[in-house]
């Protein structure tokens, strides 16, 4: 697949040039992915699309932030990271937790009798929250895993911007693939 040099993240943060390589990438990505071919069921085509989309992005990143490679890593090795963490949630305690991929509840407590117990709750209920959060956030980052917090933040915030630049590219795609056959309607998009 052609790989483009990537610019800092201050630098592509919603650029052209990066959306460009994303788009760029992601199609090279689909014709090599044999993604018109009709002998395709829609969950070969489904799959097909989500590797190239997200291969599209890890190499039009560049090898940078760990995410990238750790999503180069897996993709390269034939295993997917959305689809190894698709199965049922498993729920403990319904006041204490809500599902995965719900906001999480705080479970009702007696209030503590003085000042400094009520303190010494809230400071260990908010590193409780921030554990959780963090828990939840290494699973959602590609080589989340293995990040201390201030790092998985870092990483947190350089793959949203990636994703929402890749949102961007495939809508231009489905843009332009929906149009009529007139390419000045394309460039002006």
């Given amino acids: 697949m052609l790989m483009y040099a990537s610019p800092s993240l201050s630098m592509l943060q919603g650029s ?16 090599k992915g044999g993604v018109a071919s009709r002998d395709m069921s829609f969950h070969e085509r489904k799959n ?15 090898v940078a932030p760990c995410w990238s490679r750790s999503l180069t890593a897996e993709l390269s090795h034939g295993r997917h990271l959305r689809h190894a963490k698709s199965r049922p949630s ?12 719900k906001i999480l ?11 400094a ?4 709750a809230r400071v260990v209920v908010a590193r409780t929250m921030v554990r959780r959060r963090a828990r939840a956030l290494r699973e959602i980052v590609p080589g989340g895993r293995g990040m201390d917090e201030c790092t998985l933040l870092g990483e947190t915030l350089d793959y949203a ?3 929402k630049a890749q949102v961007d590219a495939m809508q231009l795609l489905v ?15």
């Fill in 48 to 62: 097909a699309i989500r590797h190239a989309a997200d291969a599209a992005l890890a190499t039009a990143r560049g």
């Fill in 117 to 120: 117990t009520a303190k010494a």
């Fill in 16 to 31: 052209k040039q990066f959306k460009h390589a994303i788009l760029k990438n992601l199609l090279l990505g689909l014709r």
């Fill in 175 to 189: 843009r332009a693939l929906q149009a009529p056959k007139n390419p000045m309607l394309l460039l002006a998009s």
């Fill in 90 to 101: 498993e729920c403990k305690s319904r006041s204490k937790m809500v599902c995965k991929n």
């Fill in 105 to 115: 509840r705080r479970s009702l407590r007696p209030r503590p009798k003085s000042k």
């Fill in 161 to 163: 911007v990636s994703l």
